[in-house]
């Protein structure tokens, strides 16, 4: 079992969002870059836990990023996996990163490709499905649980109000999310094994991009709040009947 | 050139996302000055042709059983082949479930720029730029899109459900190849009777505050009586006191709902980056220097215990229930 997992930067859960240049850029002074959350609780962990029932599996990162993700890379071979390959490229819109991806998952063969649901940046939820379709592969999105058993893969994703069972024979690419594992922390041990795990670095292949961002813009500021007393619900019912109209 | 929208279903029922996709093809298809058509796929038991009520006028329907379940890549090339063959220009999809499974692929196939999460009709007075939700809500983007066909898919809850006072459209059945689907769909298990969080307009959500489980009775009345979904925070998925589909936030489900009534829960920036796009936002909280309260339109400083009954009895009384 040849598992891909990718993996993306993201910037910390409580970073101040703002932005520079005219609203062109995301101000990134003082940001903290963590591993997207959904590419390490979940696609990483997941793998780990595989190769802890079936110690023959192999797990390569793969992310897309200049030398600066070195260090959430390796944040992630900590957590676990076997090496990790760096394709040193800017990532300017989705279909190109998953370009990258496609081609260093082609040269591996890996029976698994997971990734996160979404970076909780720029939530596109998208590199996935592609990089499944440039692979020509199966994808199941949105997954909560994954077992395997020999070469199907047996998948639960969300769907609207519930949840959908099925099976799938690898290879395949999986978009996951809460539920497929628990989170865990980097042992010292990890951390230490992490500074001697390969980290591949590779040069970008020709691709195109097929969206830009051009600015950015903030939401408008709330109003305030309207406090209204703790001994009168019958005003908050008033209020969200009669002026917010929304009950 | 054409609008064409994906009318997701499921079980034959025409799901909330697709309505809204529906109305923003037609808004988007009058702005272009073109028409919106649509492609719908599966077995269907809805009366598909009312759908020309929202304005759309011929409706692609591709009835062949394996489409009865979501295979993401069959979906794809399926709808690419409508597409083509209506000459369609901009596709749009809810960005739901499926639409998530779907739109990137199908990006893929026909080279077409996607921007997904969008929250707004383009701005297509000088190129084409989509207005989407980054930072988990907490900014917008304004994407170009630089290919000639485009994709756009459409956040639940950002666009309203609009008629446009036309009559039955025309279902026409469209003779697509359809792949063997390597994806088998075994167990459909939705909550019956429930409102999926993800289209609801309105939530009643419980974090920690309420001390367990075993409290969760009047957040579930209060939901009932609003017609509404229940959610949570993190922490309270997490201890297994609620479901894990419950859990709004940044790792968890983003909503926008018209109204969020978060009770006990503290307003950690994790949970409101889940939580912020809500049209209104209701906070009940004992301790008046909760975050939420900065993020709130209406606030009650109060013991949930005995603040939710209060409300419990007054929408009662509003609804007209003993
Ligand atoms: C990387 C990361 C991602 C995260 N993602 C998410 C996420 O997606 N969603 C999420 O929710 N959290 C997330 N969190 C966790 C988040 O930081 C908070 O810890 C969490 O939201 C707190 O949950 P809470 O408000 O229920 O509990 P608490 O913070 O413990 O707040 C409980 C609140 O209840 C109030 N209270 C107590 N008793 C009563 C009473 N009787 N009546 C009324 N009010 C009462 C208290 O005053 C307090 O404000 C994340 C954290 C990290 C680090
Ligand atoms: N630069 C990147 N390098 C590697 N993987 C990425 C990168 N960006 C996104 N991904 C993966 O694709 C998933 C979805 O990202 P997105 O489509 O950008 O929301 C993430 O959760 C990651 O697993």
């Known amino acids: ?247 | 050139m054409s609008v064409l929208a994906f009318i997701d279903q499921s079980e034959g029922q025409v799901k909330k996302g697709a309505y809204e996709a529906l109305s923003y093809a037609v808004k988007l298809a009058s702005q272009l000055g073109t028409t919106a058509e649509a492609v719908v796929l599966g077995k269907l038991t809805d009366d598909i042709a009312a759908l020309g009520k929202y304005g759309v006028k011929k409706i692609y329907h591709v009835a062949d059983e394996q489409l009865n379940h979501l295979d993401a890549q069959v979906f794809a090339d399926v709808i690419a082949q409508v597409a083509r063959a209506a000459g369609a220009k901009i596709i749009v999809l809810s960005n739901n479930s499926d639409g998530k499974a779907i739109a990137p692929g199908l990006s893929v196939k026909l080279k077409a720029g996607l921007v997904s999460g969008a929250v707004a009709l383009p701005d297509t007075g000088n190129g084409f730029t989509v207005k989407k939700s980054v930072f988990s809500g907490k900014a917008f983007a304004h994407v170009a899109i630089k290919t000639d066909i485009k994709i756009i898919a459409l956040n639940p809850n950002s666009f309203s459900i609009t008629e446009a006072g036309g009559g039955n459209a025309e279902v026409s059945a469209f003779a697509a190849a359809v792949n063997t689907p390597k994806v088998k769909v075994t167990a459909v298990n939705k909550v019956k009777g429930d409102v999926p969080l993800g289209e609801a307009e309105v939530v009643v959500s419980g974090g920690r505050g309420l001390k367990g489980p075993e409290n969760w009775g009047m957040i579930e009345e209060l939901a009932k009586l609003l017609g509404a979904a229940t959610a949570c925070s993190r922490p309270v998925a997490d201890t297994h006191w609620r479901p894990h589909h419950e859990h709004v936030g940044q790792t968890g489900l983003a909503i926008a709902p018209n109204l969020y009534i978060a009770i006990g829960i503290s307003g950690a920036i994790q949970h409101l980056a889940g939580v912020n796009r809500s049209k209104t936002i209701v906070v009940i909280n004992k301790d008046p220097e909760a975050p939420f309260f900065k993020a709130a339109d209406y606030g009650i400083v109060g013991d949930a215990f005995e603040v939710v009954p209060g409300i419990i009895e007054e929408v009662k009384k509003l609804k007209g229930v003993a």
Not at chain 1, 31 to 45: F, G, K, R
Not at chain 1, 72 to 88: H, P, S, T, Y
Request: with cysteine; proline share 6%.
């Open chain 1, 1 to 247: 079992m040849k598992i891909l997992v990718c993996i993306s930067k993201s910037p910390d859960t409580t970073a101040k969002i703002a932005f520079t240049d005219n609203n062109t850029k995301f101000a990134t002074d003082g940001v903290q870059w963590i591993i997207n959350p959904y590419d390490e609780w979940y696609a990483l962990v997941k793998a780990i836990e595989i190769k802890e029932k079936d110690p023959s599996a192999v797990i390569h990162l793969v992310t897309v990023g200049g030398a600066d993700v070195e260090p959430v890379i390796r944040k992630a071979l900590a957590l676990g996996g076997d090496e990790a390959i760096r394709i040193n490229a800017d990532t300017p819109d989705s279909y190109y990163v998953a370009c990258q991806i496609a081609e260093t998952a082609k040269q591996g063969s890996y029976d698994l490709v997971l990734a996160g649901k979404e970076t909780i940046d720029h939530n596109s939820a998208s590199i996935g499905g592609m990089l499944a379709e440039l692979l020509e592969l199966p994808y199941v999105s949105l997954a909560t649980k994954l077992e395997l058993n020999g070469n199907t893969v047996l998948i639960t994703r969300e769907i609207e109000g519930g949840e959908e069972s099925c099976e799938v024979n690898t290879p395949v690419v999986v978009s996951c999310q809460k539920g497929m594992a628990e989170a865990r922390i980097p042992n010292m041990r990890g951390i230490m094994a992490a500074r001697t795990k390969p980290l591949k670095v590779v040069e970008p292949v020709a691709a195109d991009s097929f969206t830009g961002i051009v600015s950015f813009e903030l939401p408008p500021a709330k109003a305030g709040v309207k406090l209204i007393p703790a001994d009168n619900p019958a005003e908050l019912v008033r209020v969200l009947h009669e002026e917010a109209k929304v009950i």
